[in-house]
């Protein structure tokens, strides 16, 4: 740096995009964590008795769920994804606990729709970046769809979010057949198998 330049402002740095979407995922967390504190209840809700409970942990808990036991439909949905996560918050936690399960939705939740913005910024310019946040704060944030929060059996929906996304992007944007554009069709693949 030149003596008779300024130094870089905080304005421009890199760190307004990184303390704006640490913000912004702070305060969603905070209200999602309000929303399960205040209304979430520990007892599983309806289709976790029998895709978890019944389908799931009974028969991982006994040595008998098998490998393809884990693509095997529910209702009309492959929930494969869904299903790794709930044994491994089994298998970290030592118990099912649904309320876990919540909190670890509200920050699959945040996350993509924090890598769904970091990627529109991208194209549209980081100029924007201030308006998609509150917007999607403000959207996401009141709690009309308190049902996919207060269910620990909602990971599905943010799961097919975040896989398509990421399989879109590298899927358009990088070299057809280069190592990206396979994890693209590899985040395509798992988003298929998350709902």
Sequence with gaps: MKANQ???SIANSCWVPFLAFSAFATMLFGIKLWL??????ATPFWDQWDA???NLYK??????????????PHNEHRIFTTRLLALALL???GIWNPL????????LHIVALGFGIALLTRVIGRNHLPALLVFSLVLFGVPYAW??????FQSQFYFVLLFSIAGLWLTVTQHPLSA??????????????SF
């Design 6 to 8: 300024p130094p870089q």
């Design 36 to 41: 399960i504190g205040t209304y979430g209840n």
């Design 52 to 54: 978890e409970a019944e």
């Design 59 to 72: 028969p991982f808990l006994e040595g008998t769920l098998g490998w393809t036991d884990l693509f095997v």
């Design 91 to 93: 298998t970290i936690n």
């Design 100 to 107: 876990l399960q919540m909190v670890v939705n509200a920050v």
């Design 147 to 152: 049902e996919n929060t207060l269910s620990g």
């Design 180 to 193: 990206r554009w396979w994890g693209g069709v590899v985040c395509a693949m798992l988003a298929f198998l």
